[in-house]
């Protein structure tokens, strides 16, 4: 996006006009910052969570349930999954609802972006029990 700047490549003259491109670049220079921050916070979190003993006191607790190896280790990464989605809760919404409204992008409602936060683990936790069932079916 630098290398080309807000000149309009010469196919495209006629069909977007400088501010938007303009914008465009700005959004997409602002996101991929964005997605810089979150990254990091994802990696010092994953980072602190193996390092510091975390990992082996979770490793601990789901150990303790006494269930099966195949249903401790569906368990233990269905949470991780749950705590996941929960620590991208306020990334998701600061990207939704400001970047996107700054640009003039996001056409969602916090109603619509809620209903989709809860599907995603929902169908995460549906395919990861089907797959479950079916690997107990076979075992036994």
Do not use: Q
Not at 4 to 20: Q, R, T, Y
Request: hydrophobic residues 45%.
């Amino acid at each position: 996006m630098r290398k080309a700047g807000v000149s309009i490549p010469p196919e495209f003259i006629g069909n977007i006009d400088e501010s938007l491109l303009r914008k465009t670049i700005d959004y997409e220079t602002e996101k991929t910052h964005f997605s810089f921050i979150s990254s990091i916070f994802s990696n010092v979190v994953t980072i602190i969570f193996i390092f510091c003993g975390l990992l082996n006191i979770y490793n601990s607790w789901i150990s303790l349930r006494g269930l099966p190896f195949v249903v401790s280790g569906w368990l233990f990464f269905l949470l991780l999954s749950y705590c996941t989605e929960f620590l991208s809760i306020p990334f998701s919404l600061y990207s939704t609802f400001k970047i996107e409204n700054k640009y003039g992008f996001n056409t969602m409602t916090l109603r619509l972006w809620v209903s989709d936060f809860l599907k995603t683990p929902d169908f995460n936790s549906h395919d990861v029990s089907d797959n479950m069932r079916r690997v107990l079916a076979h075992s036994v």
